[in-house]
Structures are given as C-alpha cells and as structure tokens.
C-alpha cells in the first residue's frame, strides 16, 4: 500500500511538472503568437526576418535569424518563381508575410556540437506557421554576393 501511495505521488508531481512546463515556453517551445517580417525563400533555406520590411541588403546570419517552415504551400504557388538559380547561386525569393505561428528555440553553436532548425541546423530557431494572415512579394529573385 505504501508503494502505491508513493508511485501516485511521483505520478503527480511528474503530471504536475509537465501541466506547469506546457504553460510557459522555457525557451523551447513558444506560444502562438502574430509574426510580420521577411521571409527570403531558397532552396535548402528558408530565413525570415522578424520585424523587417524590406529585404536585407546582406545576406543574414542565420545565427541570428529563425527558419521559417510554412506548410501550407498552395496559398503561396502564385507568389513562387520556378526559378532555382543561374549555377552560381541559389536564388532567394523574398516575401513580407504576416502570419499566426509559433517559435521554437534551439541551442546556438558551440565548438563541440551543432544545434540549430533548418537544413544543417544552421539557425537559431524555427517558426511555424500556422495561420497565414497575407504575403506578398518584395521584388524578383536575386542572388546575394559571396
């Protein structure tokens, strides 16, 4: 009997645990939120720019930016140029997007290991989208300069 008082017990406080981390993010796992921003679409890559307007003179770090995972395709297919570059780039296909969505958060770099969302894990966190508000584009694909 007393075994299985203690078992609820752990039961309870691991319940309780994971009803309190579901709550608040931690740095992992956001809540739903509005975005606006960039969003610079290329193959393998996929970075949005939180909060920017205009399209990035420089190519950003993706360090510093999120990998912007949006699903839902069809929506965007009239926005898409079937180009995938000249053979010296990748081109980017750049979108100012408002959106419903939720980041989640991934360690950065450090010497031992790599972290990160997106293809390599190259950046810092992903957003997914999960309600498109509106896109449009912000000029034809280009390259960015090595």
Same mark, same amino acid.
């Given at each position: 009997m ?8 752990r ?5 309780? @645990? ?7 993010d +931690?740095?992992?796992? +956001? !809540? /739903? =939120? =509005? ?10 890559g996929?970075?949005?720019? %939180?909060?920017a307007t $205009?399209?990035? /003179? &420089?190519r950003? %770090?993706?360090? $510093?930016? %999120?990998?912007? &995972?949006?699903? %839902? ?8 140029? /079937?180009?995938? +570059? ?6 980017? =296909?750049?979108?100012?997007? /408002?959106?419903?969505? !939720?980041?989640?958060? #991934?360690?950065? #770099?450090? &010497?031992?290991r790599?972290? @990160?969302? +997106?293809?390599? @894990?190259?950046w810092?966190? $992903?957003?997914?989208? =999960? !309600?498109?508000?509106s896109? $449009?584009?912000? @000029?034809p694909s280009?390259?960015?300069? !090595?």
């Amino acid at each position: 009997m007393v075994t299985l008082a203690m078992n609820l017990t752990r039961i309870s406080v691991i319940a309780l @645990g994971l009803a309190l981390s579901s709550c608040s993010d +931690g740095g992992f796992n +956001g !809540r /739903t =939120q =509005q975005f606006s921003g960039v969003w610079l679409h290329e193959f393998e890559g996929s970075t949005f720019v %939180d909060g920017a307007t $205009k399209v990035p /003179t &420089e190519r950003p %770090d993706p360090r $510093k930016t %999120d990998y912007l &995972e949006w699903r %839902d395709w069809p929506r965007l297919e009239a926005l898409m140029e /079937t180009s995938r +570059g000249n053979g010296n780039c990748y081109t980017v =296909q750049p979108f100012l997007v /408002t959106f419903s969505g !939720r980041r989640t958060h #991934y360690p950065l #770099y450090s &010497e031992k290991r790599l972290g @990160g969302a +997106g293809h390599l @894990g190259l950046w810092r966190s $992903k957003v997914t989208v =999960q !309600r498109p508000i509106s896109a $449009k584009r912000l @000029g034809p694909s280009f390259c960015y300069e !090595r």
